[in-house]
């Protein structure tokens, strides 16, 4: 079971119908009690960092994902639930995040001739052999949308895309992985993607 984390901040209808798609049994739930009985955990998340991150406090739940990812269960955050892993974003003021991945959050450092948000398809180049790209291809390509990016520590970088910059566009550290686009809207590539980090991989198998 595949608990999506609820919280108010993410587009949890397209992401369970995605899970369900690729035949993994998944719920939502805002409930610390049925996120510690799922095999894994999703934190989604639309709109700004701060509201997300102080979401999370008001209902308790950054204590149960920072405990949950420290007794080892696979944790994947998608878009803004990515830039929660990191330790504090700089989107209207400082704030802080779970601190499960060093590094933190800013904005996309792109030319005045590139357009922000950085909105559609870009192409993944991945900065080493991680096993949430066991099923992909790189130069596979992912729906984007978002202003802010993370920096920091590149062990932690599993794939990047370019945007007039080099931009962070997924990170691992241990059983704590995260996609800055959105695998739910990406296609096959986004379904593949999610089939691994569901066990249901080709890889997997």
């Given at each position: 079971?595949i608990?999506v984390?609820?919280?108010?901040c993410?587009n ?5 119908s995605?899970l369900?798609y690729?035949?993994?049994e998944?719920c939502?739930s805002g409930?610390?009690g049925?996120l510690?009985t799922?095999d ?10 701060g509201?997300?991150?102080e979401k999370?406090?008001?209902c ?6 920072t405990?949950?990812?420290?007794r080892g269960?696979p944790i994947?955050g998608?878009c803004?639930?990515?830039q929660l ?11 802080k995040g779970?601190?499960l991945?060093?590094g ?5 450092p792109a ?7 950085h909105?559609g ?7 080493g ?5 066991a099923d992909?291809r790189?130069?596979d ?5 978002h202003?802010?990016?993370?920096e920091g520590?590149s062990?932690?970088v599993?794939?990047v895309?370019?945007?007039?910059c ?5 990170c691992?550290?241990d ?11 990406s ?5 593949a ?6 066990g ?6």
């Open positions: 079971m608990a984390v609820d919280y108010g993410g949890l209808f397209s992401l369970q995605s369900a690729i035949g993994a998944s939502v409930d610390p049925v510690r799922a894994r955990i999703i934190l989604p998340g639309v709109g700004a960092f509201d997300a991150a999370l406090r008001t308790g739940l950054d204590r149960v994902i405990e949950l990812a420290e269960k994947l998608i803004l639930g990515m892993l990191y330790e504090e974003s700089t989107e209207f003021g400082i704030h779970l601190g991945i060093p933190r959050v800013v904005p996309i030319p005045s001739a590139y357009k922000i948000p909105m398809w870009n192409a993944l180049q991945m900065t052999d991680h096993p949430m790209f992909i790189e130069g390509h992912v729906y984007f949308v202003s802010y990016h993370a520590d062990r932690y599993t794939a895309t370019e945007y007039g080099t931009v962070t566009a997924a691992a550290r059983n704590v992985w995260g996609m800055q686009f959105h695998p739910e809207k296609g096959k590539t986004g379904l993607l999610l089939k691994t980090f569901a249901l991989g080709e890889a997997e198998r």
